[in-house]
């Protein structure tokens, strides 16, 4: 029987499947800076990538303008013929680890990298194992893009994130539920006349400014925060927005704009701060998971969950 490999000449065609993959985002999100933003990698990789691809193979993939890129006849073919290639390659992977982790009761769990684990998930992972001690708990930490992005890739069976993600997570016809949950709190510089107050409404923060995370690269955020204001009809404020937590966490400075958060963030408070709670407001951190992926290890891990709220 003459096998398929022979037909290969390895020696012509040297590419790897990451070139194919990153060929394939391009294709699929039509440029190369958001390619880069799917794939965590910098632009400069992914065009240099494309190029090394386009110089091995002889072929020219895409026209490229200052506004837009666009396939080649060539680079319609390959896409057409390649992108199922690598959806079977992703199947049989994810059987094959589906198998594995059934086999080894392991369950993987990607934990926000800019919450304090210990206030929450510490207390969830002890109850688990003294439940299940057959079952391990491979835990890994990331930021909150990166964690989605590989439960959608079947890396993780679960993940924990803020509770404003829950758009995003429903939209992916994902499911979620609450791994923890108290008020809501306000990080109310000393400056501003709020700071003595023990605890506060929502209705005293009307006419105060805020902070936010950027409405571009996390504007579930901002929908959160504005959808908790809606009732009150009264337009928000918001003075300055960060990029990412971590700017948000080291770059925000004592002035009169205030930040919503939850008990779980890992604020870096210099002292110029105080953090009081909004009594009729309630967040924190929720689980995630794909619900057609849902193996008995995953329930028991759920379980869990139920029973530590």
């Known amino acids: 029987m003459k096998h398929?490999?022979?037909?290969?000449?390895?020696?012509?065609?040297?590419?790897?499947?990451?070139?194919?993959?990153?060929?394939?985002?391009?294709?699929?999100?039509?440029?190369?800076?958001r390619a880069a933003s799917r794939l965590h990698m910098t632009q400069s990789a992914v065009s240099k990538s494309v190029a090394k691809l386009e110089k091995e193979l002889g072929l020219t993939l895409f026209v490229r303008t200052t506004r837009e890129i666009n396939f080649t006849e060539a680079g319609q073919i390959l896409y057409q013929e390649w992108r199922p290639q690598i959806q079977a390659?992703?199947?049989?992977?994810?059987?094959?680890?589906?198998?594995?982790?059934?086999?080894?009761?392991?369950?993987?769990?990607?934990?926000?990298?800019?919450?304090?684990?210990?206030?929450?998930?510490?207390?969830?992972?002890?109850?688990?194992?003294?439940?299940?001690?057959?079952?391990?708990?491979?835990?890994?930490?990331?930021?909150?893009?990166?964690?989605?992005?590989?439960?959608?890739?079947?890396?993780?069976?679960?993940?924990?994130?803020?509770d404003f993600e829950r758009f995003t997570i429903e939209e992916q016809n994902l499911t979620w539920k609450w791994a923890?949950?108290?008020?809501?709190y306000a990080i109310v510089p000393l400056a501003n006349p709020l700071s003595g107050r023990s605890a506060l409404m929502t209705k005293d923060?009307?006419?105060?400014?805020?902070?936010?995370?950027?409405?571009?690269?996390?504007?579930?955020?901002?929908?959160?925060?504005?959808?908790?204001?809606?009732?009150?009809?009264?337009?928000?404020?918001?003075?300055?927005?960060?990029?990412?937590?971590?700017?948000?966490?080291?770059?925000?400075?004592?002035?009169?704009?205030?930040?919503?958060?939850?008990?779980?963030?890992?604020?870096?408070?210099?002292?110029?701060?105080?953090?009081?709670?909004?009594i009729d407001q309630y967040n924190g951190i929720i689980c995630a998971w794909n619900p057609e992926e849902e193996t008995p290890a995953l329930k028991s891990f759920l379980q869990t969950l139920a029973q530590c709220m």
Not at 116 to 123: A, M, T, V
Not at 206 to 223: A, D, E, G, K, T
Request: proline residues 4%; aromatic residues 14%.
């Open 4 to 33: 398929i490999y022979n037909t290969i000449d390895l020696a012509v065609m040297p590419i790897t499947l990451q070139q194919m993959v990153i060929f394939l985002t391009v294709a699929e999100t039509k440029g190369f800076a």
């Open 89 to 162: 390659i992703n199947s049989a992977y994810r059987k094959a680890l589906g198998v594995q982790r059934q086999k080894n009761s392991v369950l993987h769990i990607g934990i926000l990298n800019t919450a304090r684990p210990e206030r929450y998930f510490f207390q969830i992972e002890e109850r688990f194992h003294q439940d299940y001690p057959y079952i391990s708990l491979d835990l890994e930490s990331g930021y909150m893009t990166v964690l989605e992005n590989k439960l959608m890739e079947h890396y993780y069976d679960a993940i924990t994130v803020p």
């Open 205 to 278: 923060l009307l006419q105060q400014n805020f902070v936010s995370l950027s409405s571009s690269q996390s504007p579930n955020y901002q929908r959160d925060l504005l959808q908790r204001f809606a009732p009150f009809q009264t337009a928000l404020h918001i003075e300055k927005q960060f990029k990412n937590a971590y700017d948000l966490k080291y770059l925000f400075r004592s002035d009169n704009a205030i930040l919503l958060t939850d008990q779980y963030f890992d604020f870096e408070n210099t002292g110029d701060f105080v953090k009081i709670p909004i």
């Open 180 to 184: 923890a949950r108290d008020h809501a």
